[in-house]
């Protein structure tokens, strides 16, 4: 019976499960020895079927506690077969995705203790099996292990991996979906150019192409419409970058936005929600330049972790994205980043309607929530002298109204409804009026500026909890003032909607 070498200290392989990784990037490994051997044997395999296609099935049965990848690329042929176990074995041509010989050992003892290599290359009769027992590798201090050989049709050619008692680096039942968003953006160039199909639980994963905005340049709207996409092909000393920027259609702020970084096709460290957002190409952290710029970058030059789930150069990666920034910056004919920054969507009537609606619920939802507040110890007479109130409630009842909920704030209560009413974009954003009852009502107005100008800040719900919850602050603060009998406590809302909207 054959044996394979496994050339390495027992008790090195289990320091590999605690090195930090993430689910994706260890299933990846075994994905980028597929791929390379599609693609050292592409020819011959096309020649043996033109219809042939690389295929990447991945199971995870979190039910009994197994995961098994299966793939029908040319398989590991008898020449390749020994250094496919022995770690740090590095290829003769490492400019490939399997460049560091270690992927398939390090992920497997990553995610188990117990895991099975069966395979068997085009043109060979013979089919074989490798198992690897963490525990008895280390405890009888093994250096090789027993190859099972059995006959086979030569015609076949593939390798399942079959990973067992699963490590506490398994994934959960819950976790699967976000693992698989992850691989789709990974191998999105190898699905998008149609080299590999990739199935999950028996599911073809898709690639998804992000709409790039159509819009004319925001300084000159009555201009013909641009798409906002711009080519890349840059080079600073050793390190070259191909690819585009672009402005996407609808904002994200923290799955579409980014940059995916690949090399040889592969991304590495950014995928799915960890996109490369560096502030150079991208900008503030939640401004609109943040929420719209994107693009893929193919990086030269640059080295990557053992994992693969890494680029190692950051000083070198972050001077280079400068230089390229400046690059782009040089095009006046095509500002990219102005456009991602000041670009505002114009919306219909019914839209800005319904962004009104939203703000509306957006701050009444924060209500009925009791204010703490500490009572001063010293109180200044002149607060108290002369109070203005509020105005009584005059003209059309709002288009828009939340129920009236009752307020604590301190040992302070009243009712409090918020709605909304179309005026001139002329008119205050918001008013405060008192109702026949003696209970308080916030007008917003739908056709105030704002709803022009920033509407476009506030495409997902999460997006109004900033500015409904000063607003409401703001509301809340000036009744409770009025309450008070504080001088001018209207004063503040007077100058806030004389300036709101116009800078």
């Known amino acids: 019976m054959n044996k394979v070498s496994i050339a390495t200290k027992p008790l090195v392989y289990s320091t590999f499960r605690y090195i930090s990784n993430h689910v994706w990037h260890a299933i990846g490994e075994y994905v980028d020895n597929s791929i390379q051997s599609y693609l050292d044997h592409k020819d011959l395999l096309q020649e043996i079927n033109p219809q042939h296609k690389l295929t990447v099935s991945i199971i995870f049965d979190v039910e009994h506690d197994v995961i098994v990848i299966k793939d029908n690329a040319f398989g590991i042929e008898e020449s ?17 995705l399997n460049e560091f ?8 003892i990553w995610l188990s203790n117990l895991w099975s290599v069966e395979t068997t290359a085009y043109g060979e009769p013979v089919k074989k099996t490798v198992v690897f027992d963490l525990d008895e590798v280390v405890r009888k201090e093994e250096t090789e292990l027993i190859v099972k050989e059995e006959p086979t049709d030569p015609n076949s050619h593939y390798t399942i991996i079959t990973l ?12 699967i979906q976000y693992i698989v968003k ?20 028996g599911n073809v994963i898709t690639d998804v192409q992000l709409k790039p905005l159509t819009a004319s340049y925001w300084k000159t709207p009555n201009e ?3 798409i906002w996409k711009k080519e890349i092909n840059f080079e600073a000393g ?8 672009g402005i996407l259609e609808k904002m994200s702020t923290s799955i579409d936005n980014g940059f995916l970084l690949f090399r040889r096709n592969k991304v590495i460290g950014t995928s799915y929600d960890s996109k490369y957002r560096p502030k150079k190409l991208c900008g503030e952290v939640g401004s609109p330049r943040y929420k719209r710029i994107y693009g893929e970058l193919e990086l030269e030059g640059f080295s990557v972790s053992f994992t693969k789930n890494a680029f190692t150069q950051d000083d070198d990666l972050e001077v280079f994205v400068e230089e390229l920034a400046k690059e782009l910056q040089k095009d006046d004919s095509f500002k990219i980043f102005d456009q991602a920054q000041k670009y505002t969507p114009t919306k219909t009537k019914v839209e800005k309607k319904a962004v009104a609606h939203q ?16 009572k001063p110890t010293v109180v200044q007479k002149e607060l108290f002298e002369d109070p203005k109130e509020i105005k009584s409630a005059t003209g059309p009842k709002p288009q828009i109204e939340t129920q009236e909920t009752p307020v604590t704030v301190g040992d302070k209560q009243f009712f409090l409804s918020i709605g909304a009413l179309e005026k001139s974009s002329t008119d205050p954003f918001y008013d405060i009026v008192t109702t026949s009852d003696g209970h308080y009502r916030s007008v917003i107005n739908l056709k105030h500026r704002f709803f022009e100008r920033f509407s476009s800040l506030v495409e997902n719900e999460k997006d109004y909890e900033p500015i409904s919850s000063i607003i409401r602050a703001m509301i809340i603060t000036e009744i409770v003032m009025n309450k008070d009998q504080v001088k001018d406590s209207n004063a503040f809302r007077m100058k806030f909607n004389e300036i709101f909207g116009s800078i």
């Open 80 to 96: 390749k077969f020994d250094k496919a176990f022995e770690l740090a074995n590095i290829p003769l041509d490492a400019s490939g």
């Open 101 to 108: 010989g270690m992927g398939m050992k390090v992920s497997s």
């Open 164 to 175: 067992s008692k699963l490590s506490q680096n398994k994934p959960t039942s819950r976790q």
């Open 182 to 201: 992850h691989l789709a953006s990974i191998y999105t160039k190898f699905i998008r150019e149609n080299i590999l199909e990739l199935q999950v639980n």
């Open 224 to 226: 013909p419409p641009i």
């Open 238 to 245: 050793q390190y070259k970058v191909k690819g585009f920027i």
């Open 359 to 374: 703000l509306v619920n957006s701050i009444a939802s924060g209500l009925s929530k009791p204010i703490v507040i500490a």
